[in-house]
């Protein structure tokens, strides 16, 4: 299954990714299963949001 998610930049996958990390901790006792799901799944969008460059400003160009 694959999902395509449109958003306005890293700030908002970072949110996502912080927000998994919450729900896994969260559910730790009551479904550590669901929980590491959760956890390797925010380490993966981690993992590639470090894999993007950076981005340049006006500045930079100068």
């Not at 919450?22 to 559910?27: G, I, M, P």
Request: proline share 6%; aromatic share 4%.
């Amino acid at each position: 299954m694959a999902v395509v998610v449109r958003l306005t930049g890293p700030a908002d996958v970072a949110e996502i990714v912080e927000a998994l990390v919450a729900a896994a901790e969260a559910k730790e006792t009551d479904a550590p299963e669901l929980a590491l799901r959760w956890r390797w799944l925010a380490n993966d969008i981690g993992d590639a949001l470090d894999q993007l460059p950076a981005p340049t400003t006006a500045e930079d160009d100068q």
